[in-house]
C-alpha cells in the first residue's frame, strides 16, 4: 500500500496541479486511513462499502467535525478512483457512499469601519511600516487566500494597469485593485522593496526582513500586531479579510458572479453564502428609505 500511496500522490501532484497545502492534506488522510486499515488486518485492495462506512464511524467517534470527515472519503474515493484506472482493484468501494453534511458556518467580518481602522495602523516611516501598509491593503483589496498572497511574485502585479494576476495550481484570475491598495503598492515596490531583498534575483512579491519570501506565518504575525495596534476584539486572520472583501463588495452592489470570479470560487454556492449579509444591508435602506418602515 505504500507504494501505490507514493504512486498515488506523484499522479495528482502531477496531473492535477494541486497546491502544496492541498497535497499535504491528501497524504494526511491517506496515511491515516493506510494506519486504520493495517492495525485492523484489513487488505485495502479488498475494502468493501461497508468497511468504508465503519472508517468513517470512527472518524465520527474521534470526534471529528462533518467537514473533516467530508473531505477524508474525497481523498480516500480519489485514491481508489485512481486504484481502479489502474487496475489495481477492482471496484471503487466508495461508491455511493454520501458524505456527511457539512453546514455552513457564518463567516466572521469586520464593518467597514474596523477595516479603516485596522488599515489605518501601518505608519510608512520605515521599510517595515511601508510595506505591511501595502499588504493589508492589498489584502482587503484582493480577497485572496494567504497562500495565494506569499506565493505571489514581483511579475504578478502590474501596477500600470491596476491587476495582479492569481495562480493556483492551473489555474489563473486578474483582480483589479483599488486606487489605495495601488498607491501602498507602489511605495512598496519601489522604494523599500528594493533595500529589503538581499539579492536582484529575489522573485517574491512580499519578503520578510530577511528578504526572503514572507511565510504565512509571518503575514499571521503582521496581522495580530495591528490588530492589537487598533484595539480590535475580534478575531482577525486574512481568511476574515477575504470575508469582508467580499461582503462589502455585495453590500454596495457588485454582481455575485463577479465576487466568485475574484475570489476563485468554482461554485456559485460558496459565494452565496454572503448573501444573507447584504440581506441585513437591504433592510437598513429600506427603513431609511421608506416611508412607513
Same mark, same amino acid.
Given at each position: ?207 520578510? *526582513? ?6 504565512? #506565518?509571518?503575514?499571521?504575525?503582521? &496581522? =495580530?500586531?495591528?490588530?492589537?495596534? !487598533? %484595539? ?35 461554485? *456559485? ?6 448573501? #444573507?449579509?447584504?440581506?441585513?444591508? &437591504? =433592510?437598513?435602506?429600506?427603513?431609511? !428609505? %421608506?416611508?412607513?418602515?
Amino acid at each position: 500500500m505504500e507504494k501505490e500511496i507514493t504512486n498515488f500522490l506523484e499522479f495528482i501532484k502531477n496531473d492535477k496541479k494541486l497546491s502544496e497545502n492541498t497535497l499535504q492534506s491528501y497524504r494526511r488522510d491517506i496515511v491515516q486511513y493506510k494506519k486504520y486499515v493495517e492495525a485492523n488486518k484489513i487488505n485495502y485492495a479488498k475494502v468493501k462499502p461497508e468497511d468504508i462506512k465503519v472508517y468513517l464511524n470512527y472518524l465520527h467517534d474521534m470526534n471529528k467535525k462533518a467537514s473533516t470527515i467530508s473531505r477524508n472519503l474525497a481523498s480516500i474515493r480519489l485514491f481508489y478512483q485512481y486504484l481502479l484506472r489502474n487496475s489495481k482493484v477492482k471496484l471503487d468501494p466508495t461508491e455511493g457512499i454520501q458524505s456527511p453534511k457539512v453546514e455552513k458556518r457564518v463567516p466572521s467580518i469586520l464593518t467597514t469601519q474596523e477595516v479603516s481602522l485596522l488599515l489605518e495602523q501601518p505608519k510608512n516611516i520605515d521599510l517595515k511600516g511601508i510595506r505591511d501598509k501595502a499588504m493589508l491593503e492589498f489584502a482587503y483589496a484582493t480577497g485572496m487566500r494567504v497562500t495565494e498572497i506569499i506565493s505571489l511574485d514581483i511579475d504578478d502585479v502590474n501596477l500600470e494597469t491596476g491587476y495582479v494576476t492569481c495562480k493556483t495550481g492551473n489555474k489563473q484570475r486578474n483582480i483589479p485593485l483599488g486606487t489605495m491598495s495601488l498607491k501602498a503598492l507602489k511605495e512598496y515596490i519601489q522604494e523599500a522593496r528594493p533595500i529589503m531583498i538581499k539579492s536582484e534575483n529575489e522573485k517574491s512579491l512580499f519578503v520578510n *526582513i530577511n528578504g526572503r519570501r514572507l511565510t504565512r #506565518q509571518g503575514f499571521w504575525k503582521i &496581522i =495580530k500586531y495591528y490588530k492589537e495596534q !487598533a %484595539h480590535i476584539t475580534k478575531d482577525i486572520t486574512l481568511h476574515v479579510l477575504r470575508h469582508s472583501f467580499a461582503t462589502h463588495l455585495l453590500q454596495n452592489g457588485a454582481d455575485l458572479k463577479a465576487i466568485q470570479t475574484m475570489l476563485g470560487h468554482s461554485d *456559485i454556492s460558496s459565494t452565496q453564502v454572503y448573501m #444573507q449579509f447584504q440581506d441585513e444591508s &437591504i =433592510k437598513n435602506v429600506y427603513r431609511k !428609505a %421608506h416611508p412607513r418602515a
